[in-house]
């Protein structure tokens, strides 16, 4: 069929999902914004060490999204569900390392950053909380790119959709308090975001057991087999430094910004969650431009893999370079 629609149609479920994924932070601002310039500062001063982390295991999910990938064009559906199981064993001990580092070192980190002292404990605590449940963030990264990788966008859309609603009325109820729920504050909100991923995750290894799920989903395919942990960690890891070089970079200015003072870290934290709605569109081309590349060199159609690459990157170009004249217009 036609390359553009192939790229369009699994692109936009990809984007929208994308965006709910980070609407779990826009929320977080909106109900925090309502707790004053600290309380905005500290979820701002978080985000860029939070996003290294997920960065960094975002290359586990993607390696793991072109493998199976190749293997839907080959159509080998054991090899599928193995490479599902393998990613999911890498991410369970990528999350507890995380998970045991960052608990332990986020106040160095924020000290290092020079967070204020009306700002330091709040952000404490939120990073903590968010690293305690890190295990989910990778859990469902994971199962969100092997869908992605066999081409299934809608239903990781469909989950994220639910628990972002979710997540809405959950902030407010952790942060002000209801009844016998008490007033967390900034804590609160990334408690709300942490409860509203495992549902995710839950959700989505629920369906992996369904008859009618794509890729069949067996806890045998946890234990580790080298050759395929090799496989994953060969494609997944140069994508980790790639992205982790950006997080790294996000950290840098997060932490010159900090030096301005609390109000000018809060409106660069604001901004700058508005323009990462603009970077995940276009990660969101690359993720759907790589799966149909794969699959069709799983297939051995080699010329159409060379073809969709060239347009994806054609689209990306004039598509981006729109959307920066508008984000400068409208800002």
Request: aromatic letters at 16%.
């Given at each position: 069929?036609?390359?553009?629609?192939?790229?369009?149609?699994?692109?936009?479920?990809?984007?929208?999902?994308?965006?709910?994924?980070?609407?779990?932070?826009?929320?977080?601002?909106?109900?925090?914004?309502?707790?004053?310039?600290?309380?905005?500062?500290?979820?701002?001063?978080?985000?860029p060490i939070i996003f290294l982390i997920i960065a960094f295991s975002g290359g586990i999910g993607i390696g793991a999204s072109v493998l199976v990938a190749q293997f839907k064009g080959a159509k080998n559906q054991e090899m599928i569900n193995k490479i599902t199981g393998q990613a999911f064993f890498l991410g369970v001990i990528?999350?507890?390392?995380?998970?045991?580092?960052?608990?332990?070192?986020?106040?160095?980190?924020?000290?290092?950053?020079?967070?204020?002292?009306?700002?330091?404990?709040?952000?404490?605590?939120?990073?903590?909380?968010?690293?305690?449940?890190?295990?989910?963030?990778?859990?469902?990264?994971?199962?969100?790119?092997?869908?992605?990788?066999?081409?299934?966008?809608?239903?990781?859309?469909?989950?994220?959709?639910?628990?972002?609603?979710?997540?809405?009325?959950?902030?407010?109820?952790?942060?002000?308090?209801?009844?016998?729920?008490?007033?967390?504050?900034?804590?609160?909100?990334?408690?709300?975001?942490?409860?509203?991923?495992?549902?995710?995750?839950?959700?989505?290894?629920?369906?992996?057991?369904?008859?009618?799920?794509?890729?069949?989903?067996?806890?045998?395919?946890?234990?580790?087999?080298?050759?395929?942990?090799?496989?994953?960690?060969?494609?997944?890891?140069?994508?980790?430094?790639?992205?982790?070089?950006?997080?790294?970079?996000?950290?840098?200015?997060?932490?010159?910004?900090?030096?301005?003072?609390?109000?000018?870290?809060?409106?660069?934290?604001?901004?700058?969650?508005?323009?990462?709605?603009?970077?995940?569109?276009?990660?969101?081309?690359?993720?759907?431009?790589?799966?149909?590349?794969?699959?069709?060199?799983?297939?051995?159609?080699?010329?159409?893999?060379?073809?969709?690459?060239?347009?994806?990157?054609?689209?990306?170009?004039?598509?981006?370079?729109?959307?920066?004249?508008?984000?400068?217009?409208?800002?």
């Open positions: 069929g036609s390359i553009i629609k192939s790229i369009i149609f699994l692109t936009i479920p990809i984007i929208i999902g994308n965006i709910l994924q980070s609407a779990y932070q826009l929320t977080d601002a909106f109900w925090v914004g309502r707790l004053g310039a600290d309380s905005v500062a500290a979820v701002a001063i978080s985000f990528f999350s507890i390392f995380f998970s045991v580092i960052g608990y332990i070192f986020s106040p160095y980190l924020l000290k290092l950053f020079g967070a204020e002292e009306n700002v330091f404990l709040y952000a404490v605590n939120y990073l903590r909380i968010t690293f305690f449940g890190m295990i989910f963030v990778f859990g469902y990264l994971i199962y969100q790119s092997v869908m992605r990788g066999v081409g299934d966008a809608k239903t990781p859309l469909y989950i994220v959709l639910g628990t972002v609603i979710l997540n809405f009325f959950l902030d407010p109820l952790f942060i002000f308090g209801w009844k016998f729920i008490p007033a967390l504050g900034v804590s609160g909100a990334a408690l709300a975001t942490i409860t509203t991923q495992a549902f995710a995750l839950i959700i989505g290894i629920i369906l992996l057991y369904r008859k009618k799920s794509i890729i069949k989903f067996n806890v045998f395919y946890l234990i580790p087999e080298k050759n395929l942990i090799k496989k994953i960690i060969f494609l997944g890891v140069p994508i980790s430094i790639e992205q982790s070089s950006r997080g790294s970079g996000a950290i840098l200015m997060t932490g010159l910004v900090s030096g301005f003072g609390t109000i000018v870290l809060a409106a660069y934290g604001i901004g700058g969650q508005m323009i990462g709605l603009f970077i995940i569109i276009s990660l969101s081309l690359s993720i759907s431009t790589s799966a149909l590349v794969g699959q069709n060199i799983g297939s051995g159609k080699i010329e159409r893999a060379e073809k969709i690459a060239k347009t994806g990157a054609l689209f990306g170009l004039l598509f981006f370079s729109f959307i920066g004249v508008l984000v400068f217009i409208f800002a």
